[in-house]
């Protein structure tokens, strides 16, 4: 056999594998890979020519080579022009220009049959097989444009390409340069088509290999593949597709093995559809077309996982559920929100949730806040307001507690309950609760608050600082920063059985008591009221929550409840706060029945720190008592 037909057959036998191998999985079809797989085709087809148009010369009349020759050189042209495309594709600002694109295939097919109105010639000397002629002369003109145009895209917009495309691309260029210039020196040497192939392996293995999107242990589509397969649907507007997430966190109960998982997905693969994908952690995805059967399907994989698993194995999972993609602008969006709402829903412990316009509508009002927390204490536009508390006993307001108020833009105040959640669970809490505690401590610093007949100022802590095990420290810091005495100030903590770190919460305590800070348990009497928390904190104070204090004025059992619990925590030692109190005849009430301290718009709402002082000296300082 002619040495050069035995070079273009391992061309094709590389390049006939590669078809195989990038056609053979086909439910998620990136079109990026579509391109690879029109390049690879008409690669193959061109090495086929090539061989065809060898053969032809050795051994059919010259008519018929020319003819071989020719379909050939179209191929060249064609082939060449793919690789551009297939570059220019990755460049992202060139991708979206599909009419650009249709124009350059139009020229392109204009370019490609003009060989076929060129002469060619054939050269049969043993050892010198070639075609040459006007036809040849023009095709290695044309082609080698194309290459140079690849080339140069590769080289100015390097910074838009994905860097391992464009590396493989580049490296891909100057092969088929390389063979191109040794073929026109050397025509004997037939090694175009070679390096075409050597080119599309390189490719193929570096970046289209469709296999290197699915994930080694579970079979299923990795999440970049998600990734890249949303971004394609929501570019091209089709977002005729829904969504279920299946979220697995692993707990104490519920450990998931990777045989499990794979079970689960093969179930999904077969039995749901064929387009599952890996989410976050071990959340896996299955895409499914938007047809309204979205609920039948969440229907039948709920039963299935009731059904258990292999071994016994039984998985109780969050399902999110997304009924359209069209809820999403892009694919970053879908992210984000999923990122969101995957952790509220295992917090939440929902067992489905479904996406829809009032979801996304939160997340953008939490990330709109969680912004604007981030600014304003980077703009120090957080600013505490104080409400007094009035002691029965001394007749006078001898503290008062620190609440925290957002500054607007617009100068406008934002009422904690609309920050102090968000802030909670986006972590922002640890560094505004400093703050508040900051601004507290330079009050006192500023102000010689027992003067005025205050003896303490009390600071709302969050769950979340608590658990803290740097809290002790850092507020002791702080303290020392502003040359303040620990029994200036009060920490309000909340009974809550969201408490996972008791241990540090009591560290923490205990310290800051062995310095002189006093403790309240604040909220008594809402949520999971638990008199053992009573018992087992060392607080000083119980701070009746103001819903306790209503039903006491209302409902004849409250009444008699609140009644027993304050003779008893009277007699544990501890003092008790009223809060919420707006009437005179609760404050009478309340101090007859032997409330140490009240608070409430009885007296005053929480006041600016310059009114509140005001308050203070007016009230404190007059003879007749309230
Ligand atoms: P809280 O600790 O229970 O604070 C008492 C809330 O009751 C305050 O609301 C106060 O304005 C309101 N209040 C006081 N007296 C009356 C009354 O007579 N009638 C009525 N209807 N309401 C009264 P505010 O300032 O909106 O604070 C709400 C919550 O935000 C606080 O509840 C506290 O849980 C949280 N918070 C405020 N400041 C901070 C802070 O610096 N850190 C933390 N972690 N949470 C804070
Ligand atoms: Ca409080
Ligand atoms: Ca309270």
Not at 109 to 127: D, Q, R, T, Y
Not at 262 to 289: C, T
Not at 309 to 315: H, L
Not at 425 to 450: A, P, T
């Amino acid at each position: 056999m002619n040495q050069s037909i035995q070079i273009q057959f391992c061309a094709l036998i590389f390049l006939l594998l590669i078809c195989y191998y990038s056609f053979k999985r086909q439910s998620v079809i990136l079109e990026s890979m579509w391109i690879y797989r029109q390049l690879v085709v008409v690669t193959t087809l061109c090495v086929m020519a090539d061989i065809c148009s060898i053969d032809a010369i050795l051994y059919a009349p010259e008519s018929q080579a020319a003819i071989y020759c020719r379909i050939y050189l179209f191929l060249v042209i064609w082939t060449s022009f793919l690789s551009f495309n297939y570059v220019c594709y990755d460049i992202v600002k060139l991708r979206h220009k599909k009419k650009l694109r249709r124009y350059f295939f139009i020229f392109t097919f204009i370019l490609s049959i003009i060989p076929f109105a060129l002469p060619i010639h054939c050269n049969n000397v043993p050892g010198e097989i070639y075609s040459y002629g006007p036809a040849v002369t023009y095709t290695f003109i044309v082609a080698p444009i194309y290459i140079i145009g690849s080339i140069l895209m590769i080289l100015f917009f390097n910074k838009l390409m994905n860097p391992y495309r464009s590396h493989a691309a580049m490296l891909w260029m100057l092969l088929e340069t390389t063979g191109a210039m040794i073929q026109l020196f050397n025509r004997q040497i037939l090694l175009v088509s070679f390096s075409m192939a050597l080119g599309v392996t390189i490719l193929f293995a570096k970046m289209e290999n469709p296999d290197s999107g699915i994930d080694r242990n579970l079979g299923i589509y990795r999440i970049q593949m998600l990734y890249e397969y949303l971004k394609q649907l929501f570019d091209n507007n089709k977002k005729n597709y829904s969504l279920i997430i299946i979220t697995n966190e692993s707990t104490e109960k519920t450990s998931l093995s990777e045989d499990l998982l794979l079970e689960v997905s093969n179930y999904l693969k077969k039995s749901i559809s064929d387009k599952v994908f890996r989410g976050i952690a071990n959340d896996l995805v299955i895409a499914v077309p938007d047809d309204g059967g979205l609920d039948q399907e969440l229907v039948q994989i709920k039963k299935r996982f009731e059904a258990g698993w292999s071994d016994n194995q039984f998985i109780n999972p969050h399902f999110i559920s997304v009924p359209s993609l069209k809820l999403f602008k892009n694919e970053s969006e879908f992210f984000s929100a999923y990122r969101y709402y995957s952790n509220i829903v295992s917090d939440n412990h929902e067992e489905c949730f479904v996406f829809d316009n009032d979801a996304i509508n939160n997340m953008e009002e939490y990330r709109t806040m969680q912004n604007e927390i981030k600014s304003a204490l980077s703009e120090d536009r957080f600013e505490i307001f104080l409400q007094p508390i009035y002691s029965v006993q001394e007749q006078s307001f001898v503290s008062a507690e620190a609440l925290v108020r957002l500054r607007g833009k617009d100068g406008n105040i934002i009422m904690p309950n609309r920050f102090i959640p968000i802030a909670e669970s986006s972590g922002q809490i640890e560094q505004l609760g400093e703050r508040v505690f900051e601004l507290v401590c330079r009050l006192i610093h500023s102000n010689d608050i027992s003067a005025i007949g205050l003896q303490y100022i009390e600071v709302n802590l969050s769950v979340v600082q608590c658990e803290n095990p740097e809290l002790a420290h850092k507020f002791l810091k702080i303290m020392h920063k502003y040359d303040i005495n620990a029994d200036k100030l009060n920490l309000e903590i909340t009974e809550s059985g969201a408490i996972k770190q008791n241990d540090v919460l009591l560290d923490n305590m205990e310290y800051l008591r062995k310095f002189g800070c006093t403790f309240s348990l604040d909220d008594f009497g809402t949520g999971e009221s638990n008199l053992n928390y009573v018992v087992n904190m060392p607080v000083d104070i119980i701070k009746f929550d103001r819903t306790m204090i209503r039903s006491y004025f209302s409902n004849e059992k409250a009444k008699i409840m609140l009644e027993s619990v304050t003779e008893m925590i009277k007699r544990m030692g501890m003092h008790i706060v009223a809060e919420g109190v707006e009437e005179q005849h609760q404050l009478k009430q309340l101090s007859d029945l032997g409330i140490d301290y009240i608070q409430g718009y009885y007296f005053s709402k929480p006041l600016p720190v310059d009114d509140f002082l005001d308050f203070i000296r007016r009230n404190n300082s007059s003879t007749s008592k309230i």
